[in-house]
């Protein structure tokens, strides 16, 4: 069974860049044929797909963010991270990562983190 | 960019009952990249459909997805306690990626 798991600052100042990382367990990253993913969920509101990438470092990020998001992967950690860089109030939201299988399907999420932006 | 729209906002509905839920999409989506997921209070999303129709593993076949091009449906046949949540569509396209719609919940008469 995978499980992913997000860790990082819950709390993020104004300008600053978030970081996140996320552990993949019950799976190896590098044995390839899945995507890993960012997603986020404002307080209250619907789901945003931040981006994705493969075990090899391709990546694919919405456009929306794209000027401000970097992610990388850590093969021999098993794990994938989220950069977010000059954050605003706008960035406050529960931050998931997800597996992203064949046909797009995110089938498998971390429990997600609340990360906040405030000074 | 393709938009997802899902209606009703808010169904409520009595357990037992039939839930119809709908997500409209801006132009045609391929069936194969549409799938709906379920989100309860506090807890990630859980994907329930892929492919428009076909459930995940683990799902109860009470859950049902139909549809294709631009009109999609997710079906629950008799809702249980356990069904009372948040409904997102989803659709993979070529840019900006993965949409979501805004959800549909379903709660308690």
């Known amino acids: 069974q995978v499980q992913l798991q997000e860790s990082g600052p819950g709390l993020v100042k104004p300008s600053q860049t978030l970081s996140l990382t996320c552990t993949v367990s019950?799976?190896?990253?590098?044995?390839?044929?899945?995507?890993w993913s960012w997603i986020r969920q404002h307080p209250g509101k619907g789901l945003e797909w931040i981006g994705y990438i493969y075990y090899s470092g391709s990546t694919y990020y919405n456009p929306s963010l794209k000027s401000r998001v970097t992610i990388s992967v850590d093969t021999s950690k098993n794990q994938f991270s989220l950069k977010l860089s000059s954050v605003t109030a706008a960035d406050t939201a529960v931050y998931y990562c997800?597996?992203?299988?064949?046909?797009?399907?995110?089938?498998?999420w971390g429990q997600g983190t609340l990360v906040t932006v405030s000074s | 960019e393709i938009v997802l729209t899902q209606s009703p906002g808010t169904l409520s509905l009595s357990p037992g009952e039939r839930a119809t839920l709908s997500c409209r999409a801006s132009?045609?989506?391929?069936?194969?990249?549409l799938a709906w997921y379920q989100q309860k209070p506090g807890q990630a999303p859980r994907l329930l459909i892929y492919?428009?129709?076909s459930r995940a593993t683990g799902i109860p076949d009470r859950f049902s997805g139909s549809g294709s091009g631009t009109d999609f449906t997710l079906t629950i046949s008799r809702l249980e306690p356990e069904d009372f949540a948040v409904y997102y569509c989803?659709?993979?396209?070529?840019?900006?990626?993965?949409?979501f719609g805004p959800g549909t919940k379903v709660d308690i008469k």
């Open positions: 997800a597996r992203v299988v064949p046909a797009a399907i995110l089938d498998y």
């Open positions: 989803q659709q993979y396209g070529s840019s900006p990626g993965f949409t």
């Open positions: 492919g428009a129709s």
């Open positions: 132009q045609s989506v391929s069936s194969s990249y």
């Open positions: 019950g799976g190896s990253i590098s044995s390839g044929g899945y995507y």
